[in-house]
């Protein structure tokens, strides 16, 4: 790639920077929400192909569970209702000669939630730098930034030698991964792949693992006016399970071997975290009573190359070590279920993709990239481990994700698509400077 073909793409940005944060609003102001089984992706894939065919690309939108094989892979997760779930997939064929390229990203969000937020969850409010809304940074923002390079590309006239791929996938989120799993088995593929995740506008060739329980205490309910007075229910249950919770995050922390990727100052590199405790509903419209069950949510993270068997077995084991040191505790066994997947760690495979894309990242940001691993997991492990597919993360800056009040930085958003751009001519090549700009209206 020429300095004036870098030049061109440096001025298109700087111009057009409004137009992929208006991608970015659109996305955001159209709900696209995961609530496993079902979700509302829809209406967002078909304002992407929309947005496709106008540049003369021509999308495929096709129900993950109907691609042939999926449902008798080892992979797929069952229990998923994917009517009115398209996954979106399209290739432009190069003129040859050039390496291909994957532009992936997951177009459903987690639900708003309950805690109250102060900007609109579907309004795309910017504010100085931000621009608040659920899945503004997880991940509309980095399916804009996808969107907008093939715009880029078209509007610029330039012909790529190798093939270019845009997928946007459905229920990513709640460890579905079903629908980068049909893309794969469908033949969208290429020889890299970048997932434009928000890794902070670092390069991110590893993820951890993640596992998510959910374990249920249970105990004799009793009233407040019971003949043996007011009892404890699952509480001590719950608070002898919650004593010993620090004993399996150290057993984490001293098993989970050392990545070159994940920096030895992080404090916890395999966190283990409850996430929800329940005992029932809440307010004046339930009676006051001793609760005799409880529902804990853990989730904990590993390292890559930690086996699914080997994190499982430590985890039952230090759930028998909590029943066996207070039997009278625990009439009732807990038991334990897996609401979704367990996701493993998982690196990129050797490949010039990491020191190309850092860079065109260099080139933009005026210093290297930072290049660690993202600190959570998602749906790179199918590229990387499954396909043996050079597989990044690369994206912008946000913060809130999963919370109220998520926002992405629109500077980020833009630094972030720049890269991408230059990348995608470095990687997939340049015949020189293409045919005479065109524009989209």
């Not at 807990?334 to 609401?339: D, E, G, I, Q, R």
């Amino acid at each position: 790639m020429n300095s004036e073909l870098e030049q061109r793409i440096k001025q298109y940005v700087a111009c057009h920077g409004e137009c992929l944060i208006q991608i970015v609003s659109d996305l955001v102001k159209i709900p696209s929400v995961n609530t496993p089984p079902f979700g509302t992706e829809r209406e967002c894939q078909s304002y992407l192909a929309g947005a496709l065919r106008r540049i003369g690309w021509q999308p495929e939108l096709y129900r993950p569970d109907e691609v042939h094989g999926i449902l008798q892979h080892a992979l797929f997760w069952p229990g998923r209702d994917y009517r009115d779930r398209p996954n979106l997939g399209a290739r432009r064929r190069g003129q040859g000669g050039g390496r291909s390229l994957v532009l992936s990203g997951h177009i459903d969000t987690v639900p708003v939630g309950s805690v109250p937020w102060t900007h609109d969850p579907f309004g795309a409010q910017i504010e100085g730098n931000r621009l608040y809304g659920r899945g503004a940074n997880d991940m509309k923002a980095g399916v804009a930034t996808n969107l907008f390079v093939l715009h880029a590309l078209h509007d610029l006239g330039v012909g790529l030698l190798g093939d270019l791929i845009f997928e946007s996938v459905v229920d990513e989120e709640f460890g579905g991964s079903n629908g980068t799993l049909a893309g794969r088995i469908a033949g969208f593929n290429a020889d890299a792949a970048v997932f434009s995740e928000p890794s902070f506008l670092r390069i991110c060739p590893a993820q951890r693992g993640g596992r998510t329980a959910h374990i249920k205490l249970r105990a004799p309910a009793e009233g407040i006016l019971d003949e043996n007075g007011l009892g404890t229910g699952v509480v001590n249950q719950l608070n002898h399970l919650l004593s010993k919770l620090a004993e399996f995050a150290e057993l984490r922390r001293a098993t989970a071997p050392p990545h070159p990727l994940y920096p030895r100052h992080t404090a916890d590199p395999v966190p283990v975290s409850v996430t929800k405790i329940s005992t029932g509903p809440w307010g004046t419209q339930e009676p006051i009573a001793v609760p005799g069950s409880c529902r804990v949510e853990l989730y904990w993270q590993a390292m890559p190359g930690e086996s699914q068997e080997k994190v499982d077995g430590q985890f039952f084991t230090w759930m028998d070590e909590v029943v066996a040191s207070a039997p009278e505790l625990f009439p009732t066994a807990p038991s334990v279920t897996f609401p979704t997947r367990w996701l493993p760690g998982s690196e990129c495979p050797a490949s010039p993709l990491v020191p190309e894309l850092a860079a065109c990242c260099a080139a933009v940001l005026g210093r290297p990239p930072v290049i660690e691993g993202i600190e959570g997991p998602g749906d790179i492990f199918l590229f990387q481990q499954l396909f043996g597919i050079p597989a990044v993360y690369w994206g912008a800056r946000g913060a809130n994700t999963h919370a109220a009040d998520e926002y992405v930085e629109i500077d980020s958003v833009v630094a972030a698509a720049h890269a991408l751009l230059l990348f995608v001519c470095r990687w997939c090549g340049v015949r020189g400077n293409g045919p005479t700009p065109t524009h989209t209206n």
